[in-house]
């Protein structure tokens, strides 16, 4: 106890909210590993409160004296600390001596809760300063990872499947109820309502804990699979901009994380231009050394890559993410060669890592990319037009037969003789490749790159051919 609330006496006389909440961390730091359950065993139910008020009282400094609410209020966050403390570890020794079914993570979830609640109470009617803010942070955070472990015990226990292993939050969750975890959505809510509601002057505003509360209900709606939700809480930011600090004031651990999940949220939404722009400035801004979330940036930043750039990731780039290696590197080889039975087959090998990361359907679009890079070797193995005069240039041949083009895609697809396409399925496709624009693959509103086809030219089909642009454009962004 007495170390507990040593830190809690030196954080007020320094002003500093980070110490401040390391006394509310249910984790006993390396320094002290006994800190948590000494704490525990310090006091009992009936004097916990005249115990913890007692310690707040001794050696207060004459000019950080707090008022009697004050008091009141921290006395009731400590005493539920105190009680999630007990719990917590009441369950982590069931699981130490081997009978986790012992413990309960839902008792710990709860009491947690009440310790939240008991925060957000010291705020709403207590005026605890804004420079306390780090304590709703670890609030927040633990009533998440809280809510999670008490979720997943009761699926167990009730035999419920399993289906996501935890890659990362924006993934389909798990089969089965999240009640402790929806529940806990609403307690995260509170706090980000009240650090937005803020009307203090921005240097005491609570609102600096904005985007830290944003980025766990960001976590907490993907978990769920609720990402509509998430989208109101961006509405309410922006009906809120003009009294915000500027994104860019705040820490960079924050600005990263909200730009990485407002990129994963127009992604969802099909809207590449700005998923792409999100993305990008996330992966520029993101610690060189912060490994896991750069591969988690690339998980999307690449198939968006894909739609809107025509582009693949080189092997210098997933070289220091074997497991996006795995997943994109066959595809890219596939799409690279024109290779549509192979696409087909990576696609097939990931499908379930890719649907896990909700990627799969942007991936398939790939294939238009794979069929384009196919049919421009039909372009490039046809060689140069007669030359008229020597000293002009040579001319690319723009009159294609469809038949070279539906050989290419037979032998491309690797189709039996009885399911092969037959030609006029093959002027669909071609059809689609000159009439596919970018703009219809989410470009951006102001028209930055809208236009540019796959292909360029016109089928005749009275002649059987299809005649492409000249002049190195029939096949936009690619030299021919």
């Not at 006496?9 to 500093?16: D, F, H, L, V, Y």
């Not at 707040?56 to 400094?61: A, G, H, K, R, S």
């Not at 008991?118 to 709403?124: E, K, P, S, V």
């Not at 472990?149 to 969750?173: S, T, Y």
Request: proline fraction near 4%; hydrophobic fraction near 40%; aromatic fraction near 10%.
């Amino acid at each position: 106890m007495d170390d507990i609330f040593a830190d809690f006496r030196e954080a007020r006389t320094i002003g500093s909210g980070p110490l401040l909440s390391t006394t509310l961390i249910p984790l006993a730091p390396p320094s002290s590993p006994n800190r948590l359950r000494a704490f525990a065993l310090s006091t009992n139910h009936s004097n916990a409160q005249a115990d913890f008020r007692a310690q707040i009282l001794y050696n207060q400094d004459e000019d950080y004296r707090l008022s009697k609410t004050e008091i009141n209020a921290w006395v009731e966050v400590y005493v539920s600390y105190w009680k999630a403390v007990k719990e917590l570890l009441a369950t982590e020794e069931s699981k130490a001596w081997g009978k986790p079914e012992d413990g309960d993570w839902s008792k710990v979830y709860e009491a947690w809760k009440e310790m939240s609640n008991a925060l957000i109470r010291g705020y709403t009617n207590a005026g605890f300063g804004a420079w306390t803010v780090p304590c709703l942070y670890v609030a927040g955070k633990y009533i998440r990872i809280f809510a999670i472990k008490a979720d997943e015990q009761a699926r167990e226990v009730k035999g419920g499947v399993k289906f996501n292993a935890g890659f990362q939050d924006d993934i389909v969750g798990d089969y089965g109820k999240n009640d402790k975890l929806e529940d806990g959505a609403r307690v995260i809510n509170r706090i980000f309502t009240l650090c937005i509601s803020d009307r203090a002057p921005l240097e005491e505003s609570r609102k600096w804990g904005i985007y830290y509360t944003t980025n766990l209900l960001f976590k907490t709606y993907f978990r769920l699979n609720s990402i509509g939700l998430s989208k109101n809480i961006l509405r309410a930011l922006h009906a809120s901009k003009t009294d915000m600090p500027p994104l860019e004031n705040f820490p960079k651990a924050h600005i990263v994380t909200f730009k990485y999940y407002v990129g994963v949220i127009h992604f969802l939404e099909e809207d590449y231009a700005k998923a792409e722009e999100y993305l990008t400035e996330a992966w520029q801004m993101c610690h060189k050394d912060a490994k896991k979330n750069k591969e988690l940036i690339l998980t999307y930043l690449i198939p968006t890559h894909l739609l809107t750039t025509h582009t693949l990731p080189t092997a210098s780039l997933l070289a220091p993410y074997p497991h996006l290696q795995s997943l994109f590197t066959p595809l890219a080889k596939c799409i690279k060669r024109g290779d549509l039975w192979g696409f087909d087959a990576a696609l097939v090998a990931g499908e379930d890592a890719f649907v896990k990361r909700r990627i799969y359907l942007t991936l398939e679009r790939g294939r238009d990319i794979a069929l384009r890079n196919l049919l421009r070797k039909v372009f490039i193995a046809g060689g140069f037009e007669p030359a008229k005069d020597s000293t002009a240039p040579p001319v690319r041949r723009t009159r294609i037969p469809v038949k070279e083009f539906s050989a290419a895609v037979r032998l491309g697809s690797r189709k039996k003789a009885g399911e092969r396409m037959d030609d006029d399925e093959v002027e669909c496709l071609l059809a689609n490749m000159i009439y596919k624009a970018s703009n219809d693959l989410g470009s951006s509103a102001d028209g930055a790159g809208e236009g540019q086809n796959l292909m360029k030219g016109y089928i005749s089909r009275e002649r059987g051919f299809v005649v492409l642009s000249k002049a190195g454009t029939a096949f936009p962004g690619t030299g021919v």
